[in-house]
């Protein structure tokens, strides 16, 4: 059998036919069988698993002008979009008014005027900021879920699963003037009756479908990241609270359960605040697949057990 040749280490691990030619290699190299192809006129040394692995194959054929947008770019940043994230999923790519639309399977490409979209880069895939990720899919998005997207978008906490830490951080005002600057586009209604709605500092999804779930069932809303003190000290600091009441309502996602040290603080931290006479409410998936019925009730009735 006839060895192939190495490929030079200076095309990486996923490159372009056309960077494979300028590097020296033939044709019929770039067309061997070892090499996965992921997109027309792309090649990659291993298959693309994830969807991830997709969107930086991509990026090796992109042209100036082609950004990766939408819910795409959403995901890339590591922003909340509902539904799952497939390997076969089409790539969202917005492209400027001067440049080529890119055509090959697998693409969904979008025009977008120009001054809409801010250019970052991911490593080498130039994505649009996300603000302008949100505006072009919002009309996917039921209000719900657009107000989780919108906390994400705000949150300056630095645990928010997913997010990634060089992200940019934004603010309710700068999504609002970026709204008056794109003017009417679908969706935009709706974004901006979302943004009163918006809490800085959420630290999970979870955390803002539990208070809106609370708040569409007629109760207070509570407050979000409530520092709880003893002698002046915080003790814990609880998603969401009514602090007066000294009511304080946690969602425990599977972390905290598989964790063995963070189910360990959990618990000490519960018996600390219902040492100082908090009512600690623990939530789950469970409680918000049902409607939140049982959940409502509990609140509810401790709520009356401080009237």
């Known amino acids: 059998m006839r060895r192939r040749s190495v490929l030079p280490p200076t095309l990486g691990a996923t490159f372009t036919v056309r960077a494979a030619t300028a590097a020296g290699v033939?044709?019929?190299?770039?067309?061997?069988?070892?090499?996965?192809?992921?997109?027309?006129?792309?090649?990659?040394?291993?298959?693309?698993?994830?969807?991830?692995?997709?969107?930086?194959?991509?990026?090796?054929?992109?042209?100036?002008?082609?950004?990766?947008?939408?819910?795409?770019?959403?995901?890339?940043?590591?922003?909340?979009?509902?539904?799952?994230w497939k390997v076969t999923d089409d790539i969202d790519v917005v492209v400027a008014t001067d440049a080529v639309r890119p055509r090959t399977r697998g693409v969904r490409s979008r025009r977008l005027a120009t001054g809409r979209a801010q250019l970052w880069w991911i490593g080498r895939v130039p994505v649009v900021d996300p603000i302008?990720?949100?505006f072009l899919c919002v009309a996917s998005f039921?209000?719900?879920e657009l107000v989780v997207a919108l906390d994400a978008?705000?949150?300056?906490?630095?645990?928010?699963?997913?997010?990634?830490?060089?992200?940019?951080?934004?603010?309710?005002?700068?999504?609002?003037?970026?709204?008056?600057?794109?003017?009417?586009?679908?969706?935009?209604?709706?974004?901006?009756?979302?943004?009163p709605a918006v809490r800085a500092a959420v630290?999970?999804?979870k955390e803002t479908e539990t208070r809106l779930l609370l708040v569409a069932a007629g109760l207070p809303e509570p407050v979000v990241q409530h520092e709880i003190r003893r002698d002046g000290v915080i003790i814990a600091r609880s998603d969401l609270a009514y602090p007066e009441l000294r009511i304080a309502v946690e969602y425990e996602g599977d972390g905290h359960r598989t964790d063995r040290d963070q189910w360990r603080r959990d618990i000490q931290r519960q018996r600390e605040l219902e040492d100082t006479g908090w009512i600690v409410i623990r939530v789950t998936q469970l409680d918000l697949d049902d409607g939140g019925r049982m959940l409502l009730d509990r609140i509810r009735r401790a709520i009356a057990s401080r009237s």
């Open 26 to 84: 033939g044709r019929g190299r770039a067309a061997a069988a070892d090499l996965h192809r992921p997109f027309h006129g792309v090649r990659s040394l291993t298959p693309q698993t994830t969807p991830l692995h997709r969107v930086f194959a991509l990026a090796s054929r992109l042209r100036p002008g082609q950004l990766i947008g939408g819910a795409t770019a959403m995901r890339v940043w590591g922003y909340p979009v509902p539904g799952s």
């Open 132 to 134: 302008t990720a949100l």
């Open 142 to 144: 039921t209000d719900d």
């Open 153 to 195: 978008l705000v949150t300056t906490a630095d645990n928010y699963p997913g997010l990634r830490a060089d992200r940019p951080l934004h603010t309710v005002e700068e999504i609002d003037q970026r709204l008056r600057h794109w003017g009417r586009f679908a969706g935009c209604a709706r974004v901006r009756a979302a943004l």
């Open 203 to 205: 630290e999970s999804p």
